[in-house]
């Protein structure tokens, strides 16, 4: 099929390389502009960018699509069908109604489960175990189209939004590359939007821990949902400390949550919400490097009964 691909973090590339294995005619990769990135805050190529200018696939990089200048070049591309992965705008209706055979979005979520720009992040954070990828027609609403196909996947023990965001972009290829296979044959599946959730676009505010909202487990899995960005983190006096790597233990702990209970060589102790005890491996003072709870405790005085709230009331907020 003749067909425009919009995408742009590294989760996309797998299915636009997958589009053109299948011997698809891609017509045009949109992406985002470059952004600035790194502590240079030099402008940095999207990895769909990168991808499309390694393959000599035509490339735009629009700043704004909501313009005749853009539905022009859309209606002059004459695409089939337009595929989405993660391109990070919402495409308007107008837009939507140009391919013959309309927009298909891979969305890395259960649907109506987590319906927004974080689906991986929020499931992994909320202590889901299973979430999986859907493919569906795209309408006005937000990742509200009827479902294509749909498969569930295991949520593993441990696993970071990086580590799963890797493996569902690869079913989500998969997943696309059969719906355009068999796209005459499938029956689109309304959603029940009345089970609908959602997953915003995440913000700097929530990495935050709450101790005495949290529990061991809560903390955990926000740590894990919440990598690479905004982190974890709680306060070392003024200064952001991120949590990276951290386990529940399974025994009651009774002091104030947020308190240092004890520490060892590998590990430190933190009481939580509802009697629990959150134990770190890795962790990272704002400014300095991610160090293993042993080289970390080589540079920065800390103590038991020591609280891991923030001295600045500002920051409470």
């Known amino acids: ?29 949109f992406t985002q502009p470059d952004r600035p990135s790194g502590r240079g805050y030099h402008l940095q190529p999207s ?25 022009e070049l859309l209606s002059t591309l004459s695409p089939e069908i337009a595929i989405v992965v993660a391109y990070g705008r919402i495409i308007p209706e107008w837009i939507l109604e140009i391919p013959q055979f309309g927009f298909i979005n ?16 929020w499931a992994i954070a909320c202590g889901e175990k299973i979430t999986g990828v859907s493919v569906m027609k795209m309408v006005k609403e937000l990742d509200a189209g009827d479902i294509l196909l749909q498969q569930p996947v295991e949520i593993v023990e441990e696993e970071t939004a990086p580590e799963l965001a890797a493996r569902l972009s690869l079913l ?10 068999n796209l005459h044959l499938l029956k689109p599946v309304p959603q029940d939007h009345s089970k609908a959730t959602f997953a915003p676009i995440l913000k700097r ?24 960005w905004p982190g974890t983190f709680c306060f070392l006096g003024a200064n952001r400390l991120f949590i990276w ?14 308190t240092v209970v004890n520490i ?14 959150l134990q770190i491996q ?22 038991i009964g020591q609280s891991l709230e923030p001295t600045n009331q500002n920051d409470r907020n």
């Open 1 to 29: 099929m003749r067909l425009v691909f919009f995408g742009t973090p590294e989760i996309a590339v797998p299915t636009l390389d997958r589009l053109l294995k299948d011997g698809h005619e891609i017509a045009a990769v």
């Open 172 to 181: 989500g290829a998969e997943l696309i590359s059969k719906a355009l296979h």
């Open 106 to 121: 891979s969305h890395f979520s259960l649907l109506p489960a987590y319906r927004g720009a974080a689906p991986i992040n």
């Open 282 to 303: 890795e962790l990272q003072l704002e400014g300095r490097k991610r160090l293993a709870v042993k080289d970390f405790l080589n540079g920065v005085r800390l103590t």
């Open 205 to 228: 505010e929530d990495g935050k821990i709450v101790w005495q909202q949290l529990t061991a487990s809560q903390v955990c899995a926000r740590v894990r949902g919440f990598q690479p």
């Open 264 to 277: 060892d060589k590998n590990a430190i102790f933190v009481a939580c919400a509802a009697n629990t005890l």
């Open 245 to 258: 790597k951290a386990s529940a233990v399974a025994e009651t702990c009774k002091a104030t949550a947020g």
């Open 47 to 71: 990895a769909v960018k990168t991808y499309a200018l390694s393959q000599g696939l035509p490339l735009y990089q629009p700043e704004k699509i909501r313009t005749p200048e853009f539905r």
